[in-house]
């Protein structure tokens, strides 16, 4: 709680991109680990999941939450492997609920995401500095370390305009950070290069390439699987072409949000993206 209580004023006088740091502060203050794979883990706690490969090189991990979060993080890690520290720090996009424990997870190790998310941190007066990325790339990356190979590839526009997605390939695990949140709206950061088309497009690439058995590690909330982000896909198509035959009879935004998308999806709905804010999304595709 005391986290929550922290966190809350510094995320809540910046822009609506972080106000969805403040919502995950406030309601998750622990951290907790699910084994995907031998040494992957699923780490939740308060921001976006966390990705940990484990080994002898020390921990890959892909995001950082919280900078007041990070010995926590620190600590989970160190009860899966005993004394680990940080090799390789993966930011999927520049979110504050992703990066803002750079530097407290990474202590120095190399920082690698998309140019863009190097750009905006760097912009950014808040952001500690010391959690900058030392490494940037687009296209595809594969890493070395602890015996595997992890593959990462940047998306097109989307989420924001830096993202990128990471394919543990031997272990059938994909994180896709924002790209995908399970089971409810997504958030498009229109105001940081996303795009609502571009979502969907990189919706419907991954859907390619993954396979009945593929864990997919959502930015947001359960460990999903390729039905669940079948799901996704479909809601936003519906979705979608619900508002578009809102404008196309003439509704406004204000309108459109009066008259709702059909019941089917209210359980979409949930405290940071509401169905409101979904709809003027969509409007403004
Ligand atoms: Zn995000």
Do not use: C
Not at 86 to 112: E, P, Q, S, W, Y
Not at 134 to 140: A, I, N, P, V, Y
Not at 171 to 194: K, W, Y
Not at 259 to 268: H, I, R, V, Y
């Amino acid at each position: 709680m005391t986290t929550s209580i922290r966190l809350f004023p510094v995320f809540a006088l910046l822009g609506s991109a972080l106000f969805v740091s403040s919502a995950w502060a406030a309601d998750a203050p622990k951290v907790t680990s699910q084994q995907l794979a031998p040494q992957l883990y699923l780490v939740k706690g308060s921001g976006g999941n966390i990705a940990a490969m484990l080994g002898k090189d020390g921990a890959l991990i892909i995001d950082a939450q919280f900078a007041a979060t990070a010995p926590l993080v620190k600590a989970e890690l160190d009860r899966l492997q005993s004394g680990v520290s940080v090799n390789t720090l993966v930011n999927t996009h520049f979110h504050k609920d992703h990066t803002d424990g750079n530097a407290a997870l990474a202590g120095g190790a190399r920082i690698i995401a998309h140019q863009a998310v190097l750009t905006r941190l760097q912009s950014d007066a808040k952001f500690n500095q010391a959690g900058l990325p030392t490494e940037t790339f687009s296209g595809e990356k594969t890493l070395s370390l602890n015996g595997q190979q992890v593959m990462l590839r940047t998306m097109p526009v989307s989420h924001t305009d830096g993202d990128l997605v990471v394919w543990f390939k031997a272990q059938n695990v994909l994180h896709m950070g924002d790209l995908f949140f399970a089971d409810r709206f997504p958030f498009i950061d229109l105001n940081s290069g996303g795009s609502v088309a571009g979502y969907i497009a990189n919706t419907k690439t991954i859907l390619s390439q993954v396979n009945d058995t593929t864990k997919i590690i959502p930015g947001h909330g359960d460990l999903m699987d390729k039905a669940g982000l079948q799901r996704f896909l479909t809601m936003m198509e519906q979705t979608l072409a619900e508002v578009q035959a809102m404008k196309a009879q003439g509704l406004s935004a204000d309108q459109a949000v009066t008259k709702g998308l059909s019941a089917q999806w209210k359980k979409w709905s949930w405290n940071f993206i509401t169905e409101e804010k979904w709809i003027r999304t969509l409007y403004q595709a």
